[in-house]
């Protein structure tokens, strides 16, 4: 009897579980009708990519100190597109551009000639340390340009041409430039800032000299102080480009101090723009104290200009200099 309970008991048991598995099967065959035949390996991606453009980041808790160890992916995709493709544009539109349009002018202008020929006498324009900071400034400068456009511009330049190895290498120095010439040019711009401040304040001569166009396009020879018109713009451009390539500067080279990825970012974009509008309005600058204005070029090399070129560029200031008594003295006589 007790057999034949043991018996049945077994036999509930199989048909409840026969019955319970039925059940699952049937259950479960419509999701599995849902499945698609094949797995699609992107799909993940996919979502990731939703997660991104919803949150900008995808970023988890650490416990270890350092947090920032926490971000997975951070935000940066419109950064990597201003840098691969807009600012190569902006650079490329301004330098250019800039230089386009001096080689216009000087085909067309010619170089801006000492009209009434030269005195013989000579006038001191700017002394040894004035000279000796704009020359530390200039020198500075031009590294830091060439270096920071290989940044731009080298790889799709540079790399065709010389290869990925020589580009490497060169980068690197071009990188330890960039770095360590960044500090003295800025202590450049401040001497600048601090030596010629008085000079570069905008007043009435300047609105004059604007209206006249510099004497750049006729053969006129508007009055200026010791800067014009223009020299006072360039001024300003070394004075404030320079104080903001600086700060953004220093932002980058010091990361995490003061600012995050994106504040980074920000300086990136700002430290970018601000520096090839800077290279462009350099080289106007450069054009006009060497082979675009005769005679300029004494006043950064000697010191001395001709007190004639003084007269036809810088009347006022001749004037100054007259009522000082230190207008003129005997022009060094050419070495034989
Ligand atoms: C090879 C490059 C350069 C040459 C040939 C050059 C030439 C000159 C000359 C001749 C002057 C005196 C103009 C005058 O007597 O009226 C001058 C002034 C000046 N330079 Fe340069 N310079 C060069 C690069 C630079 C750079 C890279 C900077 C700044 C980053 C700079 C900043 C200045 C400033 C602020 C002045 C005073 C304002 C002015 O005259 O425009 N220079 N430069």
Redesign the pocket.
Known sequence: MASLGRLFRLALGATLGTWALLLLVALAAPVQAQQPSSVNPTASSVKEQQLLQELNRIQGRVSIPDKRSGMLEQPGRDWRNFHEVTLRWIGGIVILGMLAVLVIFYLTRGQVRLESGRSGRTVV??NAFERLV?WM??TC??VLAISGLNITFGRPLLIPLIGLEAFSDWSQWAKYGHNYLSFPFTI??IL?FLM?IAGNIPDKTDVEWIKRGGGLLGHDHPPAKH?NA??KM??WI?VLG?GAVAITGYLLMFPFYTAGIEGMQVAQVVHSIVAVLFVAA?LA??YI??IGMEG??E???TGN?DVNWAKE??SLWLEQQKAAGTDARPAAAPAE
């Open positions: 324009r700017f704009h400034t200039a400068f031009i450049g711009v600048i010629w800067f223009g020299q360039i001024y070394v320079g350099m600058h450069i104290g060497s300029a070029f006043a950064m090399g200009v560029h810088h």
